[in-house]
């Protein structure tokens, strides 16, 4: 399915604004009142690309949403909201779901004042519509566990999420790359 539309209806705002503007012109070269009836339809044709654009969650937006929703949970040390984005088969640094749940219960403590940003966020188009793939950067700083991090940029992380049987977007597995672009190991 062809998502230009849904994710990034600016050239069609701009057509329609470029129809408008040629009712507008029409109208106060001929005075004649039809012209300003097109107008109104030309913004009402604008008012249904919001609404559709709004109202239409691509996979790629509901990606984007998911991983956005890990850096928050992460920053909030909400382990169940980050055990709800994960897949039953997901995979880190060797590792299974079980054991990443793990190293967040010890160093993601609740009370502590962190920042974790994602941002960036860039999903390619993929041949699997099942499977998508989610580029980022990270940016963490603050209390982890005694592990005081000032400003640290980390690098990118590269996300893997599958659309499950529930049609919800989870994380398979990701990697976590320093600022040359080699993966790197998380505290454990």
């Known amino acids: 399915m062809s998502t230009w ?3 990034h209806p600016t050239g069609a705002y701009i057509v329609l604004v470029l129809i408008g503007l040629m009712f507008v012109v029409a109208f106060f070269s001929t005075r004649r009142v039809a012209h300003l009836f097109y107008l109104l339809g030309v913004i009402a044709l604008m008012g249904l690309v919001f609404l559709v654009d709004t109202l239409v969650v691509t996979d ?3 990606v984007e949403a998911s991983v956005l929703a890990m850096a928050r949970a992460a920053e909030k ?4 909201g980050i055990d709800k984005l994960l897949s039953a088969s997901f995979s ?3 590792e299974n779901r079980d054991a990443l749940l793990a190293r967040a219960r010890k160093y993601l403590l609740p009370p502590e004042p962190r920042t974790i940003s994602f941002y960036n966020l860039n999903v390619p ?7 998508l793939e989610c580029l980022c ?9 005694g592990l005081n991090l000032n400003n640290a940029y980390i690098g990118t992380i590269d996300f893997v999420l599958e659309k499950e049987a529930d ?13 040359g672009g080699h993966p790197m190991t998380l505290p454990r």
Do not use: A, C, H, L
Request: neutral net charge.
């Open 167 to 179: 049609d919800v977007w989870r994380i398979k597995s990701m990697i976590v790359k320093n600022f």
């Open 137 to 145: 950067n990270v940016t963490v700083y603050g209390q982890f566990s």
């Open 60 to 62: 790629r937006e509901q």
């Open 5 to 7: 539309f849904t994710e």
């Open 77 to 80: 040390g909400d382990i169940d």
């Open 92 to 94: 880190f640094e060797g």
């Open 125 to 131: 188009r993929s041949d699997n519509p099942r499977r």
